[in-house]
């Protein structure tokens, strides 16, 4: 049971670049989400998924897309990056309101 | 909409002491969680306790306590016996009880061990 995994760990991307940040969970949750960490910031929702097929805005969703096709997998897309980006990204799985929310090791993404 | 302010951005302990971090939040629900997340320079968000609105009595976990008063909105942790291994950042978050899991962070407060 690996939990909850993000790839890559790190990335460097210029200005204009796009990327996918990898997110998969085992463990059969339907309730799946993205933040991303800023200092002094906190961490803040980006994206968030209540099963397949469905997925939602979070607090900051500007320039990020998602989906989510299968249980175990929640991609998130930067289709043009910018220096704003520039952050350490966290995935989560949980398998309800109730339940034990799990997180990602985390990707930290620079953008030039 | 929920908020959850750490005031405290900063603070130290000398080791064996016992240190409280603090953190008020805001929310019009009665029934919501709170939690404490340590992150170590590993980067790892680790959960050090977790507290359910409904219960008045407060979360403990080993040397980790939480002091939840909810007419006040405030859900300090209080750590006991600080060892170098508690050295982190300490982030308080709100999470409704219904619906999709959807976490509210504070700021944080980088906690420093002194030994």
């Known amino acids: 049971n690996a939990g909850v995994t993000q790839t890559p760990k790190f990335q460097v991307l210029k200005t204009g670049q796009s990327m996918t940040l990898q997110c998969a969970q085992d463990?059969?949750?339907?309730?799946m989400s993205w933040y991303r960490q800023d200092p002094g910031m906190g961490l803040r929702l980006i994206h968030y998924s209540v099963g397949a097929g469905i997925t939602d805005q979070g607090e900051v969703p500007n320039g990020y897309n998602v989906s989510r096709s299968t249980t175990e997998d929640f991609p998130l897309r930067l289709l043009s990056a910018a220096p704003s980006q520039t952050s350490v990204y966290f995935c989560t799985s949980g398998q309800g309101p109730q339940r034990e929310q799990f997180f990602g090791p985390g990707t930290r993404l620079t953008v030039l | 909409a929920q908020t959850v302010t750490q005031s405290q951005p900063e603070m130290s302990v000398q080791e064996a002491e016992t240190v409280t971090l603090s953190c008020t939040y805001d929310?019009?629900?009665?029934?919501?969680?709170l939690f404490w997340y340590k992150q170590p320079p590993s980067r790892q968000m680790i959960l050090v306790i977790r507290q359910e609105a409904y219960k008045q009595q407060n979360a403990t976990e080993n040397r980790f306590s939480v002091n939840f008063q909810k007419a006040a909105k405030s859900f300090s942790l209080k750590i006991s016996d600080s060892q170098l291994g508690d050295a982190a950042m300490y982030f308080c978050?709100?999470?409704?009880?219904?619906?999709?899991?959807?976490?509210?962070f504070g700021q944080g407060t980088r906690l420093t061990i002194n030994p």
């Open positions: 463990m059969n949750h339907e309730y």
């Open positions: 929310t019009s629900e009665s029934d919501y969680y």
């Open positions: 978050a709100y999470r409704r009880f219904q619906g999709a899991q959807k976490l509210v």
